[in-house]
T-cell receptor
């Protein structure tokens, strides 16, 4: 069964304390892996799409990487405004997209 | 450019009542989607559309119907609401395929 698991469920960081969020997946075929950011009470906001192992994408303090079994979202020197829930999703073909439950990130000043 | 908008923002229904959620996008996207989001679970796809006049079932379609009469609008209907349909509903659109989806602000639905 296709599955996407994100860890940890919640992560508390001090401002400037770099860390990584994990998204592991077991799917029959990977068409693409996506990262979204979701603020409380709002819809998800697209961050990155990764298509193949070894691919990396960066945006400001965020960097997403992909291997054959997992993806990492690295956050460098986070700020309080980076606090949000980060969602990982995998498209396995056609329009079948499986979302993970998300990692809630809290960054304290 | 409003992006994706959803109406209403919040609604309370009694079991057995019906309602329609409206999603509108002004980005001329071909593809539109309806998801539900429940605590501790990932977003789950209810129905989707690959163009005006087309609809298809997603992962959890039971109890819902959809229509895409105009390219910019995607309607989600609940014919007879059940407490299990209490959730936050998100609409999304994309220019081509499931990559880079743009989400609306969500509709919070409570079924008593």
């Amino acid at each position: 069964e296709d599955q996407v698991t994100q860890s940890p469920e919640a992560l508390r960081l001090q401002e400037g304390e770099s860390s990584s969020l994990n998204c592991s997946y077991t799917v029959s075929g990977l068409r693409g892996l996506f990262w979204y950011r979701q603020d409380p009470g709002k819809g998800p906001e697209f961050l990155f799409t990764l298509y193949s192992a070894g691919e990396e994408k960066e945006k400001e303090r965020l960097k997403a990487t992909l291997t054959k079994k997992e993806s990492f979202l690295h956050i460098t020197a986070p700020k309080p405004e980076d606090s949000a829930t980060y969602l990982c999703a995998v498209c396995t073909g056609g329009f079948k997209t499986i979302f993970g439950a998300g990692t809630r990130l809290f960054v304290k000043a | 450019n409003a992006g994706v908008t959803q109406t209403p923002k919040f609604r309370v229904l009694k079991t057995g009542q019906s309602m329609t959620l409206l999603c509108a996008q002004d980005m001329n996207h071909e593809y539109m989607y309806w998801y539900r989001q429940d605590p501790g679970m990932g977003l789950r796809l209810i129905h989707y559309s690959v163009g005006e006049g087309t609809t298809a079932k997603g992962e959890v379609p039971d109890g819902y119907n959809v229509s895409r009469l105009k390219k910019q609008n995607f309607l989600l209907g609940l014919e007879s609401a059940a407490p299990s349909q209490t959730s936050v509903y998100f609409c999304a659109s994309s220019p081509g395929g499931p990559e880079t989806q743009y989400f609306g602000p969500g509709t919070r639905l409570l079924v008593l």
